[in-house]
């Protein structure tokens, strides 16, 4: 019976750390084909470009913090392919609000400007850095993090490259505070009253 007991607890926990060891190398799943055709539509070089960021050159600086995005949406060649892009851009002064990518690490690239940049990993240590033009900083993935600009008088544009082709965006402010979570439960959280919430939850509803 002990050695039925053992050779069961010993099967248990390799099954354990297999599971274990799956999730850590979980990602986009592996196509077994070359791409992933569309399923009525012609595959020829259009189906493997994207045009949507040509704005970027075309206009003006935007007024307010953009991002530009060529994730499996907006670009569906990218679907198995286990990649994606964006483009922000920082006017003087704004933020890409604190987030998370749950399904990818980040990798950006600060092209122009200067950018203070930082995340926080799960023992609540903070890392942060103020880029220049040419560097690079990695966030890692589901870990919140942000970006600011906090030249008051330069723009800043930067390039993240995202290892999945729907990294997935969470914005912890909207989150909280542009959804139904309940006042009582978010006062209690963040230890302040149900009349702070709510003015927190107008200055993110939409303006109408």
């Known amino acids: 019976m ?6 069961l607890k010993f099967f248990a926990l390799l099954i354990c750390s297999l599971a274990i060891a799956e999730m850590a190398m979980a990602g986009d799943p592996d196509i077994l084909s070359d791409f992933i055709a569309p399923p009525n539509g012609t595959v020829d070089g259009n189906f493997f470009t994207y045009t949507g960021m040509r704005v970027v050159f075309e206009e003006d600086e935007p007024k307010n913090f953009t991002v530009l995005k060529a994730t499996s949406a907006e670009f569906p060649a990218l679907n198995g392919q286990s990649v994606s892009y964006a483009v922000l851009e920082f006017p003087s002064g704004t933020t890409n609000p604190p987030h998370t990518h749950p399904r990818s690490a980040e ?35 589901g870990l919140v993090h942000y970006q600011y600009n906090a030249d008051s008088q330069n723009s800043a544009t930067a ?13 912890i402010p909207s989150t909280l505070f542009a959804t139904n979570i309940d006042d009582n439960a978010l006062a209690l959280s963040f230890k302040t009253d149900v009349a702070t919430i709510q ?3 107008a200055g993110l509803a939409p303006k109408l």
């Not at 390039?159 to 914005?171: E, L, P, Y």
């Open 2 to 7: 002990a050695s039925r007991t053992s050779t």
């Open 107 to 141: 990798l950006l690239f600060l092209v122009d400007g200067t950018l203070e940049v930082g995340f926080v990993d799960t023992k609540n240590n903070l890392f942060t850095q103020t880029l220049q033009v040419g560097d690079l900083f990695v966030f890692p993935k």
């Open 159 to 171: 390039i993240s490259a995202f290892g999945s082709a729907s990294a997935g965006t969470v914005s």
């Open 199 to 201: 003015q927190l939850k």
